[in-house]
């Protein structure tokens, strides 16, 4: 689908919102949408988005699907978000809502391909990898063997092995 192709190369999604506790900026399921409105009308598709309720296993997640038509031709992205009913200080229908809005932003952006390989869902850890970043590096400290150091950091998230402080410290120790 031609029309595709030109929204792909037209989109511009900027990440105009701001998380101040995590000191980042993001783009949500609404901006995506709003910079999409001109282009689709411009184009003359349609996009349409669906949300399935599923589980696997006992944990509940929403699917959503992004569909854009043009002239009786589709292409579909579904994209996934867990449920947590439980997450603190929200109630049940801001749960559901809140993991909706995220696979729907997923979708949208696997559709349209949107760069999030800078995004805070890809880079930001809150926090929770800062004392796992310093376990590393102790650890990579007192190791001796490169192909030992090579095997183990296999192991680590992400976040970590990628951290500059961890990939300076590899470096410098072998």
């Known amino acids: 689908m031609k029309q595709l192709i030109a929204i792909q190369s037209e989109l511009k999604a900027p990440k105009n919102q701001f998380n101040s506790f995590g000191k980042y900026h993001y783009r949500n399921a609404e901006d995506i949408l709003e910079a999409l409105k001109p282009i689709l009308k411009k184009q003359g598709c349609t996009l349409t988005i669906s949300d399935e309720i599923k589980t696997a296993g006992d944990i509940m997640y929403v699917q959503s699907t992004a569909t854009l038509s043009h002239e009786g031709e589709s292409v579909s992205v579904t994209a996934q978000a ?93």
Do not use: C
């Open 82 to 174: 867990g449920i947590d009913p439980n997450r603190k200080g929200m109630d049940i229908a801001q749960a559901f809502g809140a993991s909706a809005s995220y696979a729907r932003k997923y979708a949208l952006g696997g559709l349209f391909l949107l760069d999030d390989s800078k995004d805070p869902d890809a880079t930001n850890t809150h926090g929770k990898d800062s004392s796992s970043l310093q376990d590393a590096l102790n650890k990579l400290s007192g190791m001796s063997s490169k192909a030992e150091a090579i095997e183990w950091a296999k192991t680590l998230p992400d976040s970590v092995k990628t951290h500059d402080s961890f990939r300076q410290a590899f470096s410098k120790k072998f």
